[in-house]
């Protein structure tokens, strides 16, 4: 049974870049069947896709977070990572990271979720 | 305003059937686009309970089913219980945006 976690830096200052990182148990970030996710919920909100990345590399983002954000995977260490540039407040959210299966693209398997507050 | 429409509330009595609609587009469901379901509990990560269209994970009672036509997909719960009480979301692909995304959630109430 896979198993993700996500890091937790709980508290990001406006301008400044929020990093995540995901780890990966359970199972291998390159099997080829999956993709490596991460979508967040505002607070009180909905979920929204921020994107998601293969284990080669490819990646595909939302195109309302694109000029923002990087996804990254290291194979090697079964993890992979989030930066979101320049955050404000808007970005405080409770960040998942997860595995979505390539055909469909759905989710099916999600790590606990941590809430990342964007504040001074 | 989501892409994939959704009813904010539905709402029935224990052992009613309800269903929760996703209502989308030719560039997403109508283009035959699989669409997903999520079942979700407050300050809980959401879990998959149907998956391409119609299919439930190993785990899902059967009391939880799926189906598409057009532009539309519905989640349907017969026998409701009091536990089902949560948040859904759909969940597609659409080609115009080239990305996936999730419809806004509708909070299910057992009365």
């Known amino acids: 049974q896979v198993q993700l976690q996500e890091s937790a830096p709980g508290l990001v200052k406006p301008s400044q870049t929020l990093s995540l990182t995901c780890i990966v148990s359970g199972g291998s970030i390159s099997s080829g069947y999956y993709y490596w996710s991460w979508i967040r919920q505002h607070p009180g909100k909905g979920l929204e896709w921020i994107g998601y990345i293969y284990h080669s590399g490819n990646s595909y983002y939302n195109p309302s977070l694109k000029s923002r954000v990087t996804l990254s995977v290291d194979t090697s260490k079964n993890q992979f990572s989030l930066k979101l540039s320049s955050v404000t407040a808007a970005d405080t959210a409770v960040y998942y990271c997860?595995?979505?299966?390539?055909?469909?693209?759905?989710?099916?398997?999600w790590g606990q979720g941590t809430l990342v507050t964007v504040s001074s | 305003q989501s892409v994939l429409t959704q009813p904010p509330s539905v709402s029935g009595a224990p052992g009613q059937r309800v269903t929760i609609s996703c209502t989308g587009s030719?560039?997403?469901?109508?283009?035959?686009?699989?669409v997903h379901w999520y079942q979700q509990f407050p300050g809980t990560a959401p879990k998959l309970l149907i998956y391409a269209n119609n299919n439930r994970p190993s785990g899902v009672p059967e009391r939880f089913s799926g189906s598409k036509s057009g532009t539309s997909a519905s989640l349907a719960i017969t026998g409701l219980q009091a536990e089902d009480e949560a948040d859904y979301y759909c969940q597609s692909y659409d080609s115009s945006l080239s990305a996936s995304l999730f419809g806004g959630g509708t909070k299910l109430t057992v009365l």
């Open positions: 030719s560039s997403n469901i109508g283009a035959g686009y699989d």
């Open positions: 997860a595995r979505a299966m390539v055909r469909g693209i759905a989710v099916d398997s």
